[in-house]
């Protein structure tokens, strides 16, 4: 059954479907055990502590986040083992952050560039805890990374700062291509760069433990023998895009945001009242539009403004009531999560908690 919102709701508003997520959770940690993967979800995507507590709960290792705010913010509620999965570039203030940041938690950090590293070494130098590091390769996502040949000498320049090198990561973003076949070539191709990168360090004479891969369209597509250690974010939730490529059905969605509608101009046209400082602004190659209606799941969003989504309907389909309250799954639910303050939990209709996005607007 799709996610239903709750009405009589103060719209627009995020609500979250517990028993979808949990059951979300539990697959990803189950896959993972399965696969001979440990599982160090992303948070970026849900912010939120209660959620981390239930993927933690379920068998993840830790976490990842994008940012040292994120991470301060998990580190304040508990969380005590976090892998920034990003190649920081040091100024003064954030040095003095890492630093506290790796009193406190068992820390891992991203590198992709000599200067990063030694800017990460000055900062980190005399620390009492020790600060594990992977390199990040580019496995075709073109955006930062190093090609595999390359990671020896970033993995020397991280060992002459005073660092030690324990893996190599990457993000498969070209896993969300345009056809069928990108989930499966981006998994290969994970593989394959993780392998030769971690060869690479391995013949200088690093102790290379960590091979990590992610991201929830190609999790499905892995196969044993080099990476051990997955990052998807979004399959807690899932979204329209999510559901457009075949990571999931309409079943796994677990988050909505419950809009009314405001208006219905003419028989195939009406207008919500959630715009893209709700549901965000992220289009999609996989969907004709700016979301996904469980109730009118052949309509396109086909406008969006910062407070007006107009839906479309097909020929034939009758739209909603003026005041109707129904759902709308974003393209991309991790930037929707970012400009939320809270979640609202509901079960059967009813709103039974609201869980604070403790790690919202954390982008430093």
Same mark, same amino acid.
């Given at each position: ?20 997520? #949990?059951?979300? !959770? ?8 399965? *696969? @001979? ?24 290792? @830790? ?17 005590? #083992? ?27 950090? *991203?590198?992709?560039? !000599? ?10 130098? $005399? ?7 992977? !390199?990040?390769?580019?496995? $075709? ?5 190093? &090609? ?26 070209? @896993? ?43 999790? /499905? &597509? ?19 895009? &999510? ?7 309409? #079943? #796994? ?8 509608? !405001? ?16 549901? /965000? ?37 009758? *739209?909603?009531?003026? /005041? ?23 079960? *059967? ?16």
């Amino acid at each position: 059954m799709a996610i239903q919102v709750p009405g009589g709701l103060d719209t627009p508003t995020l609500v979250v479907d517990p028993d979808v997520l #949990d059951r979300n !959770i539990s697959r990803m940690a189950e896959r993972s055990r399965s *696969g @001979g993967f440990a599982l160090r979800p992303h948070a970026k995507s849900h912010k939120c502590v209660q959620i981390a507590e239930r993927q933690l709960q379920a068998g993840a290792f @830790g976490l990842s986040v994008a940012t040292i705010s994120e991470a301060e913010a998990f580190a304040r509620n508990g969380v005590d #083992d976090l892998f920034i999965a990003y190649p920081l570039w040091l100024d003064a203030g954030k040095a003095r952050r890492m630093r506290r940041l790796a009193d406190e938690v068992a820390l891992r950090v *991203g590198v992709e560039s !000599i200067e990063g590293a030694q800017r990460l070494g000055e900062a980190l130098r $005399g620390n009492a805890r020790p600060v594990e590091v992977l !390199i990040e390769i580019d496995s $075709g996502a073109r955006r930062t990374g190093v &090609q595999p040949h390359a990671a020896a000498l970033v993995g020397k320049a991280v060992a002459d700062a005073g660092l030690d090198v324990v893996g190599v990561f990457t993000f498969p973003g070209h @896993g969300y291509g345009h056809d069928a076949q990108a989930r499966e070539r981006a998994a290969r191709d994970e593989e394959r760069v993780l392998a030769e990168a971690a060869q690479e360090l391995r013949s200088l004479g690093f102790d290379i433990r960590v091979i990590s891969g992610g991201s929830t369209p190609t999790v /499905g &597509q892995w196969q044993q023998g080099t990476v051990n250690e997955l990052r998807p974010g979004v399959y807690v939730f899932n979204d329209a895009t &999510q559901l457009a490529m075949g990571s999931c059905s309409a #079943d #796994d969605l677990a988050l909505a945001a419950a809009a009314t509608v !405001i208006s219905t101009p003419a028989a195939d046209r009406f207008v919500l009242d959630v715009g893209s400082k709700t549901l /965000g602004s992220d289009r999609s190659p996989w969907v004709a539009g700016h979301g996904y209606l469980p109730d009118f799941p052949q309509a396109t969003v086909s406008g969006l403004w910062e407070h007006h989504a107009v839906v479309r309907l097909p020929d034939g389909v009758r *739209g909603p009531r003026l /005041g109707s309250v129904i759902a709308v799954v974003p393209n991309h639910v991790c930037t929707p999560v970012n400009l939320a303050d809270e979640l609202l939990v509901a079960r *059967g209709g009813e709103v039974i908690d609201r869980w604070p996005v403790a790690a919202r607007g954390t982008n430093t």
